[in-house]
């Protein structure tokens, strides 16, 4: 099968050879230049002059005679004439640089497709003017006349910046495209004679398609359609919806024939085709999958050119670069890498996220120094570059046990070096990363000091590591590239010295960032070919993997910021979504066309959008090629990349090996809290999780105080207000005397868990003062019941507080210790109440056992199990055979009439040492339970439970 390129080859030297140094051949794309050359040299047996190739885009500025300046640039430009136009009106840069781009991106636009500039922009006004029209109320609100003036003046913005570039020879592209036309109107005969041919194009501007006209009219240009007659006989399929157009425009006549299109295929009908339509999980398991597939290819296969792996996602071009078989060989990267994903954009992000927020904040020591916000400061020393400085350093996990430890949401370097004294070199290095930016002249300073000491760090790695010299030269590239950019910036930022804001200019540097790639150099005609899907303009190949075939991908999103709305868009011819949709699906075909081995490779899982879905491309060619064309031969494969494929979770067993028994044995002899009997009863494999394995919850830095530690505060105020007049009676005008405490009383509690000077501000401020009123509330009813018991002559005494509990249990001969604390223990008259504080609610279904059975199933009792267990330890500690009883206090419910909500039985509320022998025996059954090595740990089959399990994402019951 001859390729397009070998088509355009052949036409050239048979049409064109006498004179084939003055043709210029125009390519959608430089890179199908390059194999053009290729297929030229190969068709010719003498030596020829070359003719002249090049991109539409060069070719339109060649003719324009304008230098196009870069996106960046325009920003500074166009600011400068709004700031002119507006005066003391006009936005500060960082608010003008929100909406900026779009507009640019639409002046763009409407050159590009030659609009009446003055028309258009008389109409879009006087849309918005109809939008906010109200016959009921005449008179526009000041924020509508704002918004009319911003729309009315698009225009005159326009023209003033058209102006103020044309006068200095200067353009954006789509201004280069529109000159280029007036260039090519005045004088179509006057680009030096050469005859032009444009080969392989699709979708056109109106500036594209009008060169093309004008030269094809005077007979200085041949077109060559690359079209396939799938896509261009059906008026519904929407990858030739643009050739169809053209086809009517620009044609041939031959010998009687009416229509002569040139290069219609059929192949997409008649070529043998496999086509694999490959789900994964997870978009890095795409690179697996590409791999897979590049095993299958014999050496000589994997080593073509005519072999791609395209990306419709950029971001997986690292993925697919690691995961690339052994005996690839040659690789040619022809798409670039994202600067945005480099790791020393996201780095020096994070240096300007610190300094901003440090002089936000503006927090300092007593020493004077400047404190810096924990989590930009952990979120830096975590960072890969960063931990190369930190080598074989334990330093950034001893920063993150220390500040998570003392919960310090703000800290100077003086206080790490303190806290930290045996890592004084590391905090010295972390200082100079710390040194205070004022201007963006310092953040400048900054980030070239950063890159310097990168680099040498790099150099000097890869000096006594061999294995690390090919990772060093893509870093040093990074580096190198990053140079550039904020080079560039801190020039254009000293020609206009509009952005003097941190925030700002980190908020420019990340918007240049985003928009510019990290080339890769290679042999671009030898070895396995990875590309873009843009890349793949009019270039063939037999074999095809494409990643990423997902909606929302293939083709994109369809939002794109404008300021033109939709009506005007299609009044004007400007590209519309569906248009844009149908660019996608061409170079979707195309890559299809001539390839007989194809692969489609597509994330089966749901994003954070709910986006999993495949193409409707893929889709497509599923079902609709195999009914025309009986030589292709279709597949669908989920990838099984060591993950079960179907969505049913099998259920997670643990059987208790002797290493698990022995480690319960220690839980034994260590005692068994009534919080880990509970964590048993809801779920056993959440309790091994927990207290077999030992896995933990990662602890965080907690900025505000949230409910636990509001609880644990209250806590500690209650202990310290109670210890005050334990064994004392406790009268009304005791307690009053505790009321009048609490201010001092929880200031101390909280400054246990968060310095003093975060108190008096904020949330913290705040749930100080929630606190205080709880407790005021909860001495209240404490006096009311303090007066209740002085009338009937009842004593009331705290006797004790936060007392450790112990308790025995035999279990197959074998001693099992249960231990606990309890909150506070009072004696009322003869009866010895047992305390527990709680700050969320407690339902009186929650506090009462109906039946013995239900202490080893119910798993909604769990607060009737801990309170009973207190009762059971406390009994068998003080060897107390008096009456109990064991409850809460919840300071949600205050308001209710009985303070303390008691545990409930089938025999009452009152705990006798015979009910308590009643629950010692359903208690040793739940032990029993524990402890048989023959049942193992498995999962809850309440799926509730799960929801607020730490646990869930290792089961998948998220």
């Known amino acids: 099968m001859i390729d397009f390129l070998d088509r355009t080859a052949q036409f050239i030297l048979q049409h064109y050879s006498p004179i084939l140094g003055d043709v210029v051949v125009v390519l959608p794309n430089r890179r199908a230049g390059l194999f053009l050359r290729d297929k030229l040299s190969k068709q010719i047996d003498k030596p020829l002059w070359s003719p002249q190739i090049t991109a539409i885009d060069e070719l339109m500025v060649k003719l324009s005679g304008l230098q196009v300046v870069d996106q960046t640039e325009l920003l500074f430009v166009l600011y400068s004439v709004y700031l002119q136009d507006e005066g003391d009106k006009a936005e500060p840069f960082e608010a003008f640089n929100r909406w900026a781009p779009a507009l640019l991106n639409d002046f763009n636009e409407i050159d590009a497709n030659l609009i009446d500039t003055e028309q258009f922009f008389a109409n879009l006004y006087d849309i918005r003017r109809i939008e906010n029209w109200n016959p009921e109320a005449p008179d526009l609100t000041e924020f509508q006349l704002q918004y009319l003036h911003f729309q009315k003046s698009l225009g005159r913005w326009y023209v003033l910046l058209r102006d103020q570039l044309l006068a200095e020879s200067k353009a954006w592209s789509g201004l280069a495209f529109r000159t280029a036309v007036k260039q090519a109107t005045d004088n179509p005969a006057g680009f030096g004679g050469k005859r032009i041919v444009f080969a392989g194009f699709n979708a056109l501007t109106k500036a594209e398609e009008t060169i093309m006209h004008i030269f094809h009219k005077q007979g200085l240009a041949d077109l060559l359609w690359d079209a396939d007659r799938y896509l261009l006989d059906d008026s519904l399929q ?192 972390l200082e100079i990363w710390l040194q205070p930016w004022k201007t963006t002249g310092e953040a400048f300073d900054a980030i070239y000091d950063l890159i310097e000491h990168l680099r040498s760090l790099f150099i000097e790695q890869a000096s006594k590591s061999e294995a690390r010299a090919a990772q060093t030269n893509l870093e040093l590239e990074f580096l190198h590239q990053f140079a550039r950019i904020v080079r560039r910036l801190r020039t254009l930022t000293e020609r206009w010295p509009f952005v003097q804001e941190l925030r700002a200019l980190r908020l420019l540097l990340m918007q240049t960032v985003q928009t510019t790639n990290l080339p890769f150099y290679g042999e671009p005609l030898a070895g396995l070919q990875i590309m873009g899907l843009l890349e793949t303009r009019t270039l063939d190949f037999d074999r095809v993997i494409l990643l990423a075939t997902n909606e929302n991908i293939l083709p994109s999103a369809r939002a794109q910021p404008s300021f033109i709305v939709y009506d005007l868009r299609v009044a004007f011819g400007l590209p519309v979504w569906h248009e844009r949709d149908a660019v996608y699906a061409h170079h979707f075909y195309h890559l299809l066309q001539r390839a007989s081995d194809v692969t489609l490779v597509y994330n089966t899982e749901p994003d954070t959008f709910g986006s999993g879905e495949r193409s409707r491309f893929v889709t497509q060619v599923m079902y609709e090629l195999p009914k025309i064309n009986p030589q292709v031969d279709v597949e669908t494969v989920l990838f099984d990349t060591g993950t079960p494929s179907s969505t049913e979770v099998e259920p997670i067993v643990i059987p208790k090996s002797e290493r698990i028994q022995t480690r319960l044995r220690e839980l034994a002899t260590h005692g068994l809290s009534p919080s880990l009997l509970n964590s048993f009863r809801s779920c056993s494999l959440q309790f091994y999780f927990r207290y077999i394995a030992g896995l933990r919850e990662a602890e965080d830095v907690e900025e505000t105080i949230g409910a636990d530690t509001l609880g644990t505060v209250m806590h500690a105020a209650l202990e310290n207000l109670f210890e005050r007049v334990k064994g004392e009676t406790l009268t009304p005008t005791v307690l009053q005397k505790l009321k009048n405490s609490i201010h001092v009383a929880c200031r101390k509690a909280f400054e246990e868990f968060c310095p003093p000077e975060e108190l008096g501000y904020g949330k913290n401020l705040l749930a100080e003062r929630i606190a205080e009123k709880y407790l005021h509330t909860f001495f209240e009813k404490e006096i009311a019941r303090a007066k209740k018991l002085e009338k009937s002559g009842l004593i009331w005494k705290v006797e004790a507080l936060e007392t450790e509990l112990r308790s025995e249990v035999t279990i197959n001969g074998e001693a099992v210790f249960l231990r606990g604390t309890a909150d506070r223990i009072d004696r009322v008259g003869d009866t010895i109440q047992l305390i527990d504080y709680k700050t969320g609610k407690a339902d009186d279904v929650e506090l009462y056992v109906k039946h013995w059975d239900d202490v080893a199933t119910n798993t909604q009792i769990g607060k009737s199990v801990q309170l009973l267990t207190y009762a059971l330890m406390y009994a068998d500690t003080t060897q107390y055979k008096g009456s109990l009883l064991s409850g809460i206090i919840t300071f949600r419910e205050l308001s209710k009439a009985q303070l303390l909500k008691p545990v409930k039985t089938p025999s009452g509320e009152t705990l006798t040492t015979d009910l308590l022998d009643e629950f010692r025996q359903a208690l040793t059954q739940l032990l029993q339970t524990i402890f048989d090595p023959q049942k193992s740990f498995s999962q809850t089959e309440e799926r509730d439970t799960c929801r607020i399990c730490a646990f869930n994402g290792i089961c998948g019951r998220e």
């Not at 030739?240 to 009517?248: A, D, I, V």
């Not at 059929?266 to 597939?293: F, P, S, Y």
């Not at 990306?311 to 697919?320: K, M, T, V």
């Not at 930009?376 to 570059?385: A, E, F, N, S, T």
Request: net charge positive; glycine share 4%.
């Open 238 to 429: 929407e990858g030739g919806r643009f050739l169809r157009q053209h086809q009517q425009q620009f044609f041939k006549k031959h010998n009687g024939d009416p229509v002569h299109f040139e290069h219609i295929g059929n192949d997409l009908k008649t070529h043998a085709k496999k086509i694999t339509a490959v789900g994964v999980a997870r978009n890095v398991a795409q690179a697996r999958a590409m791999a897979w597939k590049l095993n299958q290819f014999t050496p000589e296969e994997l080593a073509s050119p005519k072999t791609v792996v395209v990306l419709a996602d950029e971001q997986l071009l690292l993925p697919a670069l690691h995961a690339l078989p052994p005996q690839t060989g040659d690789v040619n990267v022809t798409m670039g890498f994202p600067m945005r994903y480099t790791p020393i954009a996201t780095l020096a992000e994070y240096l300007f996220l610190l300094q901003e927020n440090a002089n936000r904040f503006n927090i300092y020591s007593r020493e004077g120094e400047r404190k810096f916000y924990h989590a930009d400061l952990l979120r830096l020393v975590r960072h890969p570059y960063m931990r190369q400085q930190f080598w074989n350093s334990t330093f950034p996990e001893k920063l993150t046990a220390f500040l998570t430890e003392k919960n310090i949401v703000f800290i100077a370097p003086g206080q790490i070096r303190q806290a930290l004294p045996a890592h004084e070199d590391e905090c010295q290095l």
